[in-house]
């Protein structure tokens, strides 16, 4: 079973603020939470900060401020970046076997 970390609402924002991230994106990734019933993994969490405009550098600061270690947010990076290599692969590739 994996490590849970929590965070708070205004914590969260104040350092997304901090970083740049709008009220706007703030607000629509903490909607997207809140869907979620706030439990999302650390890959999903990573994915939305990117999506807020953060870069990998960044997002992983974030991480590390809630209390992920090195070793997860790399695990979550290259997860992020497989997923990303998986969906672009099939739309950019056709190849047929005969």
Request: zero cysteines; a negative charge.
């Amino acid at each position: 079973m994996g490590v849970t970390f929590t965070v708070g609402r205004m914590e969260l924002k104040r350092v997304l603020t901090a970083l740049g991230v709008s009220e706007r994106s703030i607000d629509d990734m903490l909607a997207e939470m809140n869907r979620q019933h706030r439990h999302v993994n650390v890959v999903a969490f990573a994915g939305m900060l990117q999506k807020v405009g953060l870069d990998p550098d960044e997002a992983a600061n974030v991480l590390r401020r809630i209390g992920v270690d090195d070793v997860s947010i790399a695990s979550a990076f290259d997860t992020l970046d497989e997923e990303r290599i998986k969906g672009a692969y099939g739309k950019v590739v056709d190849l047929v076997v005969e």
